[in-house]
C-alpha cells in the first residue's frame, strides 16, 4: 500500500552557486557515504549528485509528510547508489520501504518518492 508520495524539482545552477560559497552546504545535505560517493565523481557530474540528492531528501520528507525539520533532517536521510546504480533510501540508519526516482537536465533535477507499507 503507497504511504506517501512526494516529489521535488530544483535547479542545478541554485545548487552549483550555493556549493560554490561554502562546503559547509556539502556537508550539511550529504551524509558521511554520500560524500564518498559524491568525491568519486568529477565535472558536471558532482553538482548533478549534490542536486539530485537534495532534491530526493526534500522529496523524501514530503512523502513523510513532515518537511525537512526537527524530525526529519537531511542528516537522517540517505540515498545510496547500488553497484548497478540504483538508488536506495535510507532513513535513520535503516533501508526505507519504497521507492526513489532522480532525473536531470542542464538546468534542472528532479526526484520522487513513492513510500510503501
Known amino acids: 500500500m503507497i504511504t506517501g508520495i512526494g516529489l521535488d524539482i530544483t535547479e542545478i545552477e541554485r545548487i552549483q552557486s550555493i556549493s560554490a560559497k561554502?562546503?559547509?552546504?556539502?556537508?550539511?545535505?550529504?551524509s558521511e557515504k554520500e560524500r564518498v560517493q559524491l568525491n568519486e565523481l568529477s565535472?558536471?557530474?558532482?553538482?548533478?549528485?549534490?542536486?539530485?540528492r537534495f532534491a530526493a531528501?526534500?522529496?523524501?520528507?514530503?512523502?513523510?509528510?513532515?518537511?525537512?525539520?526537527?524530525?526529519?533532517s537531511f542528516q537522517d536521510i540517505e540515498i545510496l547508489k547500488e553497484p548497478s546504480g540504483k538508488p536506495v533510501l535510507y532513513f535513520k540508519g535503516i533501508e526505507v520501504?519504497?521507492?526513489?526516482?532522480?532525473?536531470?537536465?542542464?538546468?534542472?533535477?528532479a526526484a520522487q518518492v513513492i513510500l510503501q507499507s
Open 43 to 52: 565535472g558536471t557530474r558532482r553538482i548533478e549528485y549534490l542536486a539530485g
Open 57 to 72: 531528501k526534500e522529496a523524501f520528507s514530503k512523502a513523510r509528510g513532515t518537511g525537512i525539520g526537527k524530525d526529519c
Open 97 to 109: 520501504n519504497g521507492f526513489v526516482s532522480i532525473t536531470h537536465t542542464k538546468v534542472y533535477v
Open 22 to 30: 561554502t562546503r559547509k552546504f556539502e556537508e550539511r545535505v550529504l
